[in-house]
């Protein structure tokens, strides 16, 4: 035993919303925990889209270990690495339909599989917009399977100032589902009438 924090794995998809993948990952990285990410195909294309550069490049920059989508021999894809569980930030509706079916086709897909079978947190925040029939069927699978769903909607009566106050409540949330705190959770207050 190295006396290393178990890890949270941080499984990041092709759907819009990398920066909450980001803000989660620095989150975790300030509360003292190890994140490990796991990025689809999808996801990287996305990345760069949104955030102008390659998430590997970041990864190594920020000092964040990143185990490759295809290596499914790796430890977080068995259930004998103990970990605090996973999130999916941002989730995209084709990954949430694997996880929902257990079809494991890489390692995201994989180590959400073994998170939920070993009973250990699993969080998505998923992102599409509108929802279809299918979209709220798998999530509503995945949520009786004790999935916990985060929407990355913004909380209005937080009264956010920036897209970057909106970002770090949503990423707050999805940790604090997970069972981290940030210190954020309570960082906006509710505008009373009259204030
Ligand atoms: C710029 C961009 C934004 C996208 N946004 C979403 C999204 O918000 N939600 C979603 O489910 N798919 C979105 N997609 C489509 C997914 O990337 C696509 O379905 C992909 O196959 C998902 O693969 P993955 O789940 O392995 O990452 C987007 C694609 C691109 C290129």
Known sequence: MTGEPKPVIVGVTGASGSVLAKRSVELLIDAGERPI??????????????????IDAWASSAGVMMVDI?????????????????????????????????????????AADVTIKEARPLVIVPRESPLSVIHLTNMLTLARAGVRIVLPVPAFYAEPKTVDDVVEHIASRALGALGIATGLENSYRYRRSGD
Do not use: F, Y
């Open 37 to 54: 990410l796991v990025c689809t195909d999808a996801g990287a294309e996305v990345w760069k889209h949104e955030m102008g550069g390659a």
């Open 70 to 110: 295809r290596d499914v021999g790796a430890p977080v894809a068995s259930g004998t690495t103990e970990t605090k569980g996973m999130v999916v930030v941002p989730c995209s509706m084709g990954t949430a339909a694997a996880i929902a079916h257990g079809l494991s086709v890489n390692l995201l897909q994989r």
